[in-house]
């Protein structure tokens, strides 16, 4: 008899699908391999996650049409992974373990056609017309190229018919064609593995000797490792202080043991150096592979697979390599745990942080969470002792933190009238710094000119068309953009509120201090690192390479340069303002300003030569610009925590953000009050319900959304609300797709 199994399909829907194994396969056997099926009228491609429960309407069944592996794609822990993923962050299966896979090489999908008995009758009756038109004309013709049995053809040969195209919808719709989507296939050669990495910029590896906090971090991590077990570790360490020397002396350790292991880095860019570093560190036959989701099909294909048949034993990668296939794995490094990165924004919404620990747990494996700025959660985890603290308190070699001063921006404004973006305090420092020979960074967290457009004569904003959200200006593109779904048009010269010329522009962005940069210095080698200005990685290395090398005197940027670069001829970082994120109405701003500006002031002084930190704000009082100055971690936390759990946010309750979106606001209206409904009874459960409101971006793509916060004291009452309000959703009709969850939230908008 065959066996059934459980094949997880990408699509949005919470369940998976039942299918019979093939002849040679048994539904064990067949677990973590990728299949194709018949699903509805196309050919897709799965994964089978589990033997099926013996199904009733056994005979309806279809079968499996293809097994496209030869060994299980998922290893049992990255199969049992996807489920904890699917469940904690209410996500349609399907779609977790499509971002588990590798990208499908092996097969191609193609939509084939064939012509159905009415078809033939047409035909007949087309063939029977003493006149055609010119419609009836392509009709015959694509009708005629089928063989008499109506087999299947290939769609674009019949497209190329003259009007082909036009007349194969006409043909689907009266029922004379049936279009499928058929799995081909591909017969070209697998792109082979290649981990030699391009040689551009290397950063060399010294071995450092331990100096005795990094000892005392490094010696905790390895008797974890000896005693293989599951174990969290949060290594705080000020910036500089060399956290990176104890993920290495980790990582020999656990590829000692014969384990593997997996390092996370908040972006792309980042993982790079670090897996030069690493390769040059411990040699070729660690295999140091990296993965992230820039990399081509093919090249991440081979990449996956190599992982996955043991000839690498060391995976660096972005938030999605914490799905890397790996072995026996011993430790997982998560630097910069804080990072907002690792949350994915998309479907499935989860935080790669957070399934890295589940995944160790679920290995038997070591973690170790590194930041300066470890995130509230982290921190109040190893205050409860959940996780031990090692920390690193000082900077190497015994080098100073940087000095932070303050620069009230009223106060420089009350001296100068000047509006620019940049203080005389500032511009002065960057002056001297150009005399001396050494470099700055120059931070400013806006992409484009300048923030919006506005008429001076009735106060109105230049808004996007498909989101409730003020265009920004790009000088550069003459153009004003949409920075949530990258709507653009021209810039105006009248209002289009009251048709008054007074348009005006507001507020400085990367660009406009670039170009104020340049009018001041302009003897100054001046480089701009934002999206806008850098797109692939190849302009990114080499922008940082140039700076790196000594060819450019200034880098400004967005939040790009604050991230973990170890640049040792940089002694001034100036932060332009440090009152961005401070304006936004979410929890975490106080937060994000603080660790940003934690991290800025990480950047200058690395080197032997002494750095000093400038950062602008209206808002010198505030405690996180405070605490950032001092780089005080314990102060913020204390006075953060304090707000935190007096307003039930986490790291002192778990928090969903429920979006109800629709085209039509009367629908998202609708939806929401039914789910207001089914919600109002978990309350007595202990959960407090806010909203349904206008989110904060109450339009986003031409679609309405409406809000609800759900503030729960524990994780469980919250995953089974949430369960229990999509199965309620889904009997009251709302459609799927129409109600989004994001659990654990790292935005609110
Ligand atoms: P961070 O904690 O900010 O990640 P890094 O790991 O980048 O710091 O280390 C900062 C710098 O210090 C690097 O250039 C690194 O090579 C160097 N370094 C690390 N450990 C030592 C040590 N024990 N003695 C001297 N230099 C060290
Ligand atoms: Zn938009």
């Not at 509230?376 to 940087?402: D, F, G």
């Not at 400038?614 to 808002?619: D, E, F």
């Not at 089914?678 to 809000?707: D, F, S, T």
């Amino acid at each position: 008899m065959v066996e059934l199994c459980e094949v997880a399909l990408p699509v949005p829907l919470r369940t998976t699908f039942t299918y019979a194994a093939p002849q040679a396969l048994t539904a064990a056997t067949a677990c973590g391999m990728r299949v194709v099926v018949p699903f509805r009228n196309r050919a897709m491609v799965g994964v089978v996650v589990a033997n099926a429960q013996e199904e009733e309407r056994r005979d309806q069944v279809r079968e499996i049409s293809e097994v496209l592996d030869s060994e299980p794609a998922l290893t049992p822990p990255l199969i049992a992974l996807g489920r904890w993923v699917a469940s904690y962050y209410l996500a349609p299966v399907g779609e977790v373990f499509r971002a588990m896979l590798p990208p499908v090489v092996e097969v191609r999908t193609v939509r084939e056609l064939s012509r159905t008995v009415a078809g033939a009758q047409y035909l007949g009756e087309l063939e029977a017309l003493e006149e055609r038109t010119d419609e009836e004309r392509a009709e015959l013709a694509v009708l005629t190229a089928f063989a008499a049995d109506g087999q299947a053809e290939g769609a674009a040969r019949l497209r190329r018919l003259g009007g082909g195209e036009a007349a194969i919808g006409r043909l689907l719709r009266r029922g004379a064609l049936e279009a499928r989507v058929v799995a081909k296939r591909r017969t070209r050669a697998p792109v082979e593995f290649e981990s030699d990495a391009p040689a551009e910029w290397a950063p060399d590896a010294p071995r450092h000797a331990l100096n005795s906090e990094q000892k005392r971090a490094l010696d905790a991590v390895r008797a974890d490792l000896a005693a293989r077990e599951f174990r969290v570790n949060l290594l705080h360490g000020v910036t500089g202080s060399g956290k990176t020397e104890v993920y290495l002396g980790a990582i020999e350790a656990a590829l000692a043991a014969g384990r593997t292991a997996l390092v996370l880095v908040p972006e792309i860019a980042l993982t790079m150096a670090l897996s030069r570093l690493l390769e040059a560190r411990l040699g070729r036959e660690a295999g140091v592979t990296v993965l992230h989701s820039a990399l081509p099909d093919g090249e991440r294909s081979a990449a996956w697979w190599a992982v996955r048949r043991g000839a690498a034993r060391v995976v660096v990668g972005t938030r999605s390599a914490v799905f890397a296939p790996l072995e026996r794995l011993g430790l997982v490094v998560v630097d910069e745990e804080q990072e907002a990165s690792y949350k994915q924004e998309e479907t499935p919404k989860y935080h790669g942080r957070d399934a890295a620990l589940v995944r160790a747990k679920l290995e038997g494996a070591v973690v170790v969470l590194g930041s300066a700025t470890p995130s509230l959660e982290s921190y109040q985890n190893a205050r409860r002792e959940k996780y031990r603290l090692l920390e690193l308190p000082m900077r190497v070699a015994e080098r100073p933190l940087a000095r932070v001063e303050l620069v009230d921006l009223r106060e420089d404004f009350r001296q100068t009238h000047s509006t620019r973006a940049l203080s005389e305090r500032l511009r002065t420092a960057i002056a001297e710094r150009l005399e001396a020979g050494t470099q700055a960074l120059i931070l400013i967290n806006r992409r484009g000119y300048s923030w919006f457009q506005l008429c001076r004569s009735c106060g109105a904003a230049v808004e996007c068309r498909n989101c409730s959200i003020a265009l920004t200006y790009h000088k550069q593109r003459g153009r004003l953009v949409c920075h949530y779904c990258a709507h653009s048009r021209p810039v105006l010269s009248a209002c289009p509120k009251c048709g008054q010329k007074y348009m005006y522009f507001v507020g400085e962005g990367a660009e406009q201090v670039e170009e104020q940069l340049r009018t001041e210095f302009p003897r100054a080698r001046i480089g701009r690192l934002d999206r806008d200005k850098v797109r692939t990685q190849q302009e990114y290395r080499k922008i940082l390479g140039a700076f790196a090398a000594g060819e450019l005197d200034l880098l400004v940027g967005t939040q790009m340069l604050a991230k973990g670069h170890d640049f040792h001829r940089v002694t001034l970082a100036g932060v332009v303002s440090a009152d961005l994120a401070l304006g936004l109405p979410d929890f975490r701003s106080a937060e994000r300003t603080f660790q940003l500006l934690t991290q800025v002031a990480g950047r200058a002084g690395r080197g032997e030569m002494h750095g000093d930190v400038l950062i602008q704000t209206h808002y010198p009082e505030h405690y996180a610009i405070q605490a950032g100055a001092r780089q005080d971690y314990h102060a913020f936390f204390e006075k953060e925590a304090q707000f935190r759990r007096a307003m039930h946010y986490p790291p002192f309750a778990a928090l969903a953000n429920v979006i109800v979106r629709d085209r039509k606001l009367e629908n998202a209206a609708k939806w929401a009050r039914q789910l207001a409904a089914i919600l109002a009874p978990e309350e007595e459960r202990g959960l407090k319900v806010l909203g349904p409101a206008a989110a904060p971006l109450a339009r986003l793509r031409g679609e309405h959304r409406m809000q609800f916060l759900i503030k729960s004291p524990k994780r469980t009452l919250l995953t089974q609300a949430l369960t229990r309000a999509l199965d309620a959703c889904t009997e009251k009709g709302i459609p799927d797709g129409a109600v989004l969850m994001d659990v654990d939230p790292i935005g609110l908008m």
